[in-house]
Structures are given as structure tokens and as C-alpha cells.
């Protein structure tokens, strides 16, 4: 066996068909381009139409066999459509990474209830329902790999955004709930925990103050490219290298979650 085929054998994704919802952000049209090079079919969904034509035309410039889906990840009837259209075309889905994420910066006392409920909608019951729809297809095509986005506030507050940390707490502990339940029946769901990755969503709340704090409390002093998230999640999704990781939370996060001071 060569070096490339030991590597392939451990991570290779080859005839699995990836599911990558909040597939045209900038988190996850990088995760889809690592699922892609490492061998699998990517089915980008998400509610932007123009952002996922986009996607789809860069995946497919590098080689990478892609198609699209719209999907809103609050509407259970709108996942159900997707993970019809993406069965259809892939054959079954072997792999769901749940990336959708919306976020507002505000003091604790100017929290809008009705922003709260869109955060929490879209983070933490949108990824409940689309675990929901995709592990009920899972638990009949043999098994399949989930990866969940959480965050480094799920560990731990960050100040100004309360609905978002308090989502993504909320995800880590429904992907422990998930791997746990569905354990002997094929199924893992674990989480990647990003630290700070300058993206559409979080960029309206950098400000100066902000980004100095980050820097402070990152003990690599910079920011993560999206393209330092892709190993970790190949590790988690792949059947082999991952085959005994379930109900994880790997930080990505330059050390944020240890730093000390
Ligand atoms: N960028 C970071 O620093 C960072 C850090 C930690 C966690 N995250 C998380 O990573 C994930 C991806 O974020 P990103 O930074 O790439 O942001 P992004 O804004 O670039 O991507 C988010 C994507 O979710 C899609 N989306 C929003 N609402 C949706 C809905 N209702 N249904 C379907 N899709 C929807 C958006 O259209 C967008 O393409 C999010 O869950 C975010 O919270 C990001």
C-alpha cells in the first residue's frame, strides 16, 4: 500500500454523498471543498439561490462533483424536500454537516425576543430538525457521519452575543444527545467548535474593541482560516480514522479555549 492509499483508505470519502447545509457560507463552502477533494459528492444547500450558484461553480472548478439545493433549516417540511432531492441524485445521503448560523450583537438588557427566537430557529432547532430528518434515512441506508457547528461559546460567554453562545451550548449538547442515542445503530454525530473566523455573520460585530479582545485571548494572536477547519472535520466524518469519535467537541480555535491570563 502506498503512502497515498494508506491516507486514502483512512480519510477517503469516495462514493459517499455529503450533505452540507449553510453549504454557500464561508465555513461551510470550505468544509464542502475538503468533503469534495477528499472524494465525496456535495449537495450544497442553503437559502441564498445566488450564493449556492456561486458555490456549486467553485466546486465544480476544482474538480468536484456538486449540486445545490435551497433548503431553510427551520422548516422541517423544507429539509425533508432536500433530503428527498439529495437521495435522488447522490443515492443516499452518507454524510450531513449542519453549518446554517445567523448571529446579532446587542447588550444583554437591548436582547429582542423576537431576534432570540430567529437565533435560536436557525442554530439550535434547525440543526435538531435536520439531525431529526437525516438520521430517519440514515437509520435505513446503513448508517451515515454527522458534524455539527458549534462554537467556542459553547464552552464559554462571549460578551453581546446571549442568543447565539446560548445556541451553540445548545448544539454541543444535542450532538452528545444524538451520538448517544444512536451509538450501536451506525450513526455518529460529533461537533466542530470553531473559534474566530472573520465570515458574512460575525463580521458586522468586529469592532476594534472586539478584535483586540479576541486577539488577547487567542494564544496564536490571529485569526483561523477556513481552510484549518477541514482536517478536523475529515477526521470526524470519515469512517475509518473516525470510526470510534462520537459525541465529540473539537475546538478549532488557536487555543482560545485555554488560555489563561
Ligand atoms: N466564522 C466564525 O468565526 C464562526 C465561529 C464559530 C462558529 N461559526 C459557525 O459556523 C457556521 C457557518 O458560519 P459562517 O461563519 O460560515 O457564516 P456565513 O454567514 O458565511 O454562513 C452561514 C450560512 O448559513 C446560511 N443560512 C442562514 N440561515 C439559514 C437558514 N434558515 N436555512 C439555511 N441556511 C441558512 C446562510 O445563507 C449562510 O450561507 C455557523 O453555524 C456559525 O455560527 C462560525
Do not use: H
Amino acid at each position: 500500500m502506498t503512502n497515498q492509499e494508506y491516507l486514502n483508505d483512512l480519510f477517503g470519502m469516495k462514493g459517499q454523498t455529503a450533505v452540507v447545509i449553510g453549504g454557500a457560507g464561508a465555513l461551510g463552502l470550505c468544509l464542502s471543498t475538503g468533503l469534495g477533494k477528499a472524494g465525496a459528492k456535495i449537495v450544497v444547500a442553503d437559502v441564498r439561490e445566488d450564493a449556492c450558484v456561486e458555490a456549486v461553480k467553485k466546486l465544480e472548478s476544482e474538480g468536484i462533483e456538486a449540486i445545490y439545493a435551497l433548503v431553510n433549516v427551520t422548516s422541517k417540511e423544507s429539509l425533508t424536500e432536500l433530503r428527498e432531492k439529495a437521495a435522488a441524485w447522490g443515492g443516499k445521503v452518507d454524510i450531513l454537516v449542519n453549518c446554517a448560523g445567523i448571529n446579532v450583537g446587542t447588550p444583554f438588557l437591548e436582547v429582542d425576543a423576537d431576534k432570540w427566537d430567529a437565533i435560536m430557529a436557525v442554530n439550535l432547532k434547525g440543526t435538531m430538525l435536520s439531525c431529526q430528518v437525516f438520521i430517519e434515512s440514515m437509520l435505513k441506508t446503513g448508517g451515515g457521519s454527522i458534524l455539527n457547528i458549534g462554537s467556542v461559546n459553547s464552552d464559554r460567554p462571549l460578551s453581546r452575543v446571549f442568543a447565539y453562545a446560548a445556541s451553540k451550548a445548545g448544539v454541543v449538547n444535542l450532538t452528545q444527545n444524538i451520538a448517544q442515542e444512536f451509538a450501536t445503530q451506525g450513526i455518529r454525530c460529533n461537533a466542530i467548535c470553531p473559534g474566530f473566523f472573520p465570515a458574512e455573520q460575525n463580521r458586522k460585530i468586529l469592532d476594534a474593541k472586539r478584535v483586540e479582545n479576541i486577539m488577547n485571548g487567542t494564544p496564536m494572536r490571529r485569526y483561523g482560516d477556513p481552510s484549518e477547519l477541514i482536517g478536523a472535520a475529515l477526521l470526524l466524518l470519515s469512517r475509518k480514522a473516525g470510526s470510534y469519535i462520537t459525541g465529540s467537541a473539537l475546538y478549532v480555535d488557536g487555543g482560545f479555549t485555554c488560555s489563561w491570563f
